[in-house]
């Protein structure tokens, strides 16, 4: 079922955008109607559906129209020319009165820097939409404080936004946006603004959301790894149109044209990972001073059976394995020098393929050296296993 | 050739110009300009009914009792060190005149300024207009607009808290403007997002994020007002200003400084009382 149709659809930034609707209309480029005209073409003539309860990704580089194109659907920003339907009824013929009841009835949105009220407690922003409706105090505590369940935030209420961190902060503008319990979820990069790991837990988190609420998601991102794994459908935007649409499966095997695959082929590209993006930092290391009882007692208090040994600006000697360490023990040795053994090594920017050909049948990490053989990090043989597997997708 | 240098040697009759506007809104608004002088000598007159009823001893301890609660003990300590040096001086009878004189200024000002300002941040136009404006009113020195304020009332604390509107309404303005300018446009855009109305938008988004500017533009409006309050005894306004003018006339070094310190004292607590926290 469509949730939204939207038939050639303009925005067009300046005054007399009418002028540049002409121009494209004749056939003009968004940069010959900059040059002519000095307007600016944030959306040019874009058609597509919206299906109801799919998550909807747009995804473009800065500047290609993606945040306009999602303004313009709840009339944020005023699009120019075109037809949005939404239930069969034409959002671009609505007074400002109907306009201002559908916002409130019909779509949430979450901002890419999260957009809270510095003044108002986790709950009262969580109620805002609620209480812009003018639904009354105690009803809207109610709703407010299960959409923050719902996000798991439970529990943070009388915080002010300025005491979480970013990851909970976007959780709270989500809460914003289900509160008001929507039919459509705006999402303007929402993630883009949180690190990695914290982004992934939103990914996963609004995954789990959208399984359990019924909701039709249009998401924003120039992030084709995120577009990928949220979007039932992907439009990627180029210049204001609309360059391809389809599955990711789609996207990612039959790109339309040169942009899409660039795009893809960033994707692959960034997957072939080399050594300096896997590797650790060893727990610890034995230097020139260290005697084999300091090393016997290093190994034993992180629990691993050999150890690297490095003398000034950690330059590699080799590795010390724990039952040769026992053995000169138990001889009486006091020096570690003769119990160092030779290891073969990679550069920081061997690829992951060469590094499963060495450390396969080891039994030892792979260390990490730089040009002048000094030790960055070492490569562990699961890391490097895990990282094939995930590079098969 | 001569022509120009004529042209150029005469003078342009500004003055003139001002005066002959000044007589004509006299004659010809006498009614609004009797109204608003009715009104704003009956607001001091009430003020200065409720400031100087009982003993002046009541009045020091319900000061004291605000500061201890707004800003606590070290301020109330203050406050009530400061005006009983200022009752000791006998000089209390002039600062009740003062802060009446104040509380009235500020109220009108404020009345008037931070609608201006909420205009101000919203329509282009007008703040175009009232730049200029606020401009002239702050760096024209204010004796000059005691003389069309004495035109406009006379003598009397009309005139004064006339003046004194005049000198202390720009700050108002300018900071509730520049407060409302300074809401982030995603905070303005999830306002939009939600269904705002105007209003809505207003109250519930604009002004709540505003207000440590507009707090900060009503606490030098009171310290404006102040400074003007003691300036406007040159027209017969009372108060504080007035021992001042007094001493100046006599070359009295003591009565200058004990009035002066009045001055002083008031403007501390106002500032500490309505100011913010530093």
């Known amino acids: 079922m469509k949730m939204m149709e939207i038939k050639n659809l303009f925005k067009i930034f300046g005054d007399n955008p009418e002028r540049g609707l002409k121009l494209l209309n004749e056939g003009y480029s968004k940069a010959e109607v900059l040059e002519e005209v000095n307007l600016t073409v944030g959306v040019n003539d874009v058609s597509f559906d919206i299906n109801s309860q799919e998550i909807f990704v747009i995804m473009g580089l800065s500047g290609s ?49 999260f957009a809270l009220f510095p003044h108002k407690t986790v709950l009262e922003n969580a109620e805002f939409g609620l209480e812009v409706q003018q639904v009354d105090k105690s009803e809207r505590e109610v709703k407010a404080k299960e959409a923050l369940e719902k996000v798991g935030l439970a529990g943070w209420e009388e915080q002010y936004p300025e005491q979480l961190s970013g990851g909970m902060q976007q959780r709270v503008g989500l809460a914003r946006a289900l509160a008001v319990d929507p039919d459509i979820l705006l999402m303007d990069e929402p993630f883009s603004a949180l690190d990695p790991l914290i982004k992934k837990e939103m990914q996963d988190k609004l995954l789990d959301l959208y399984y359990q609420l019924d909701k039709t998601i249009i998401f924003i991102t120039h992030d084709l790894d995120e577009a990928l794994k949220l979007g039932d459908r992907i439009a990627i935007m180029n210049d204001g149109e609309i360059v391809q649409l389809g599955t990711s499966e789609e996207i990612l095997t039959n790109a339309k044209n040169d942009y899409v695959r660039e795009f893809v082929q960033d994707v692959n590209r960034s997957r072939i990972l080399t050594a300096e993006d896997i590797m650790t930092e060893p727990l610890e290391l034995v230097y020139e001073q260290d005697g084999p009882h300091t090393a016997l007692h290093k190994m034993r208090t992180n629990q691993i059976s050999s150890i690297f040994a490095v003398k000034d600006k950690r330059k590699l000697e080799g590795i010390v394995k724990i039952e040769d360490v026992v053995t000169a023990i138990n001889q009486g040795e006091e020096e570690l020098d003769g119990l160092i053994q030779e290891v073969s090594t990679v550069g920081p920017e061997d690829n992951i393929n060469e590094l499963f050909a060495q450390i396969a049948d080891l039994d030892i990490p792979l260390p990490v050296l730089d040009d002048q053989g000094r030790l960055l990090g070492i490569v562990i043989k699961s890391n490097v296993l895990a990282n094939l597997a995930g590079n098969k997708v | 050739m001569n022509n120009l240098v004529d042209l150029l040697s005469t003078k342009i009759p500004l003055g003139d110009w001002v005066e002959a506007v000044v007589d004509f809104l006299i004659i010809n608004f006498s009614g609004p300009l009797n109204l608003f002088s009715e009104v704003v000598s009956s607001l001091i007159d009430g003020f200065e009914g409720v400031l100087s009823f009982g003993h002046p001893l009541l009045l020091i301890i319900i000061f004291v009792l605000l500061a201890w609660k707004l800003k606590g003990v070290k301020i109330a300590t203050f406050v009530a060190v400061g005006f009983l040096l200022v009752l000791n001086l006998r000089m209390w009878d002039y600062l ?92 303005k855009e999830a306002g939009r997002a939600y269904g705002c109305t105007t209003w809505q938008m207003l109250y519930k988004v604009e002004l709540p994020l505003a207000l440590p500017s507009i707090m900060l533009g009503i606490n030098q409006c009171i310290m404006l007002s102040l400074s003007m309050v003691v300036i406007a005894a040159m027209i017969g306004a009372g108060g504080l200003g007035e021992p001042v003018l007094r001493s100046l006339s006599t070359v009295d070094i003591g009565l200058g400084f004990e009035a002066g310190l009045g001055v002083v004292i008031l403007a501390m607590v106002l500032d500490r009382l309505f100011g913010r926290d530093e």
């Open chain 1, 65 to 113: 129209g993606k945040s306009t194109l999602l303004r313009c659907l709840n009339r944020l920003n005023e699009p120019t020319a075109g037809e949005i339907k939404l239930a069969g009824e034409n959002l671009l013929e609505l007074d400002q009165e109907e306009l201002r009841q559908l916002r409130r009835d019909k779509f949430g949105m979450v901002f890419q820097n």
């Open chain 2, 96 to 187: 009740v005149i003062t802060l009446a004189a104040i509380i009235t200024s500020v109220i009108i000002s404020l009345m008037l300024g931070i609608p201006i300002g909420i205009l101000k941040a919203h329509n282009s136009v007008i703040d175009l207009i009232t730049r200029p404006f606020l401009d002239f009113i702050q760096t024209i020195p204010p004796f000059v607009y005691l003389i069309p304020a004495l035109m406009f009332f006379g003598l009397g604390n009309v005139s004064g808290v006339l003046a004194t509107v005049i000198f202390a309404i720009a700050p108002p303005i300018r900071l509730t403007a520049l407060g409302i300018k300074q809401v982030s446009d995603e905070l």
